[in-house]
C-alpha cells in the first residue's frame, strides 16, 4: 500500500476548544478520500493542517513525505488544492486565471489543453464573475490540477451547485483520481461521501469516529437489513426464522417485518415465492451511510450538534 498522507494522533486547540482530538488515519495513492462530518466536525481545520495553512497542536502528519508544519513552501509546490470563490476577481477573465495561476505555481503549463481538458474553451474569455457555480467549480478543478499534482485538497466542492452541476463535478473528480492524483475531499454531503468516495473518514466534534469504504462502513456499523411487506388471509412468517441470517420475523397490522443480514434478503424473496406469498408491496431497506453515521455519531448529520 503507498501512503500519500499519515496523520498519527492529530491535534488542534484554539484556547480552550479542542477542533480536533488525536484523530489518525491514512490516504492511499489513487483514492478519493472523503472527510464528512457536521459544521464544525474539524475537517477544514484538518485540510488546512495538511496544506501548511495552520499549524497544528501536537500530533505527526506526513503529505507525500514532507511535514506541513516545516516544509510548507515546498508542499506548496508538489500539492493542489482549491480555492475559495472569493480568492478570484469578478472581471478576471478565464485564461488570465489560468495563466496567472500557472505563473504563480512556477510551474510549466499549456493553458490551451488545461482549457481543452476542462471543456473551459468555449469560457475563455468570459470573466470569472460572470460563471455559473458549475462552471466556476470547474475553473477550480482545473487550477488546484495545474502543473499535475500528486494530491489535490478539495474543500466542500459543490456547495451550492444544482444536482446536475454537483454530478459533473463529481465526473470530473472521477478523471482526476483515473488519471493518477490522490482526492481528498471534505464535504459534508452524505450521498457525495457514499458515491464518490472510495474511502470515507466519519468526523464528530473534533473526532474521527468511523474510516472504511463506504461498503465496509456500512456493513459493520449500518445495523440490519429489514423487510417489509403487507400480508393477508392469515399468513403466519415463522417459516422465515430458519433462514440463515434472518434474525426476526413479525407481524403486525397487516404488515410483516423481517431483520437480518443482507445475505438474507435473497433467501427471504425465495422462501417467499415458493409459499405463493408476491406481495406487491415487497421492500427491502439496506443500511446506508446514513444509518451509519447516525449510529457513530448519535445523531443525524442535519442535526445541529453541541459542539
Ligand atoms: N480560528 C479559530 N479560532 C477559534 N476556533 C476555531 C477557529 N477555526 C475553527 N474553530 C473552531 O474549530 C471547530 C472546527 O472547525 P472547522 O472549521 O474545522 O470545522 P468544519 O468541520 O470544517 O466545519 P464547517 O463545515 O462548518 O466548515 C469549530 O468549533 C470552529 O468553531
Redesign the pocket.
Known sequence: MDTVVSVEDLRKT?GP?V?VSDVSFEVRRCEIFGIL?S????????VEILQGLRDRTSGQVSVLGLDPAREKNRLRRVIGSQLQSSALPERLRIVEAIQLFAHARNVPVDVEATMATWGLEPLRNRPFGALSGGEQQRLFVALALLGDPELVLLD?LTTGLDPSARHATWDLIRKVRDHGTTVVL?T?FMDEAEILCDRVGI?DR?NLVACDTPGALTAHHGGPVTITFSTTNGYQPDHLLPIPGVDSATLGDGKVTVTGQSTAAVHVAAALAEKGVTPADYRTHYPSLEDVFLSVTGHRLSEKVA?
Not at 459544521?39 to 484538518?46: D, E
Request: charged share 15%; proline share 0%.
Open positions: 484554539y476548544r477542533a462530518g459544521n464544525g466536525a474539524g475537517k477544514t481545520t484538518i466542500e471534505v459534508h468526523m473534533g459542539s
